[in-house]
């Protein structure tokens, strides 16, 4: 099998509390370090990324952001997948989006469906769903596509919203959805209207586990920029010391 193929298949068969944890590398060291520590996969996270090359989330340049994508995948080795966060597509149409994220070696994406200026900040599910489809098709089974269900993170708290977003992405092609800052109490009502892998955000402190978290229907924990704060937070420390 393919290394996307290997990719796809961790997400499948897996025991309740037993989800796919896939750490957030934000450049080459940090991918190594995870990498040593027996991930067989990692998950970029774009606010990590941005705030390792000076930049505030949502404003890094799709040139670099690949860029950076490139360079943690050269860091690691031919047999752990990198699947890249690359926010709402950069703008860029389905094909030259997928063949520019293929060119840096990755084998998945997350891509959001937030809009400032749709309603509730969000962008019209229906539409979403067919610029996800557009995606797959410029795909094929190349990529392992993660889509983003943002209702949660704008404000909209009803599970069954997510629920109806999440199912017209997975109609669309989608191998995963993600309803990013989903509450621990909404999980078993997701996993009951969700076809397939849910990926859930956890805190890196461990409250709730990743354990938990797939006792109440995570398939697969991201961290997002939680694991940068806390190496911040440690450098931070030690820098102190120094002085």
């Known amino acids: 099998m393919s290394l996307v193929d290997d990719f796809r298949a961790l997400h499948h068969g897996r025991a309740p509390g037993d989800p796919l944890v896939l750490p957030g590398p934000w450049d080459a060291v940090s991918a190594r370090v ?39 995948v050269r860091s690691v080795s031919g047999s752990v997948a990198v699947s890249a966060d690359i926010e709402g597509g950069y703008g860029l149409a389905p094909e030259e989006l997928v063949e520019r994220l293929l060119e ?60 109806e977003r999440a199912r017209l992405y997975v109609a669309a092609g989608a191998d995963c959805v ?3 800052f989903a509450p621990p109490e909404a999980l078993p ?29 995570a398939t697969r924990i991201t961290f997002g920029p939680g694991l940068l704060t806390r190496a911040t937070e440690a450098l931070r420390e030690i820098a102190g010391q120094l002085k």
Do not use: H
Request: with cysteine; hydrophobic share 40%.
């Open 104 to 163: 840096t070696g990755a084998v998945g994406c997350n891509l959001e469906d937030s809009d400032p200026s749709g309603q509730d900040g969000l962008k019209d599910p229906r539409e979403q769903a067919d610029w996800l489809a557009e995606v797959r098709a410029a795909a094929g089974d190349r990529l392992f596509v993660n889509a983003r269900v943002d209702t949660f993170i704008r404000g909209v708290a009803d599970p069954a919203r997510a629920v």
């Open 34 to 72: 995870f990498e040593e520590a027996g991930f067989p996969a990692l998950a970029t996270p774009s606010a990590g990324v941005a705030a390792s090359l000076g930049y505030a989330d949502g404003d890094v340049p799709a040139d670099e952001m690949f860029a950076a994508v490139a360079r943690i």
């Open 189 to 217: 009502q997701l996993r009951a209207g969700i076809e397939g892998p849910v990926n859930v955000g956890a805190k890196p402190d461990g409250a709730p586990s990743p354990r938990e978290l797939g006792e109440l229907g």
């Open 178 to 180: 993600y309803p990013i």
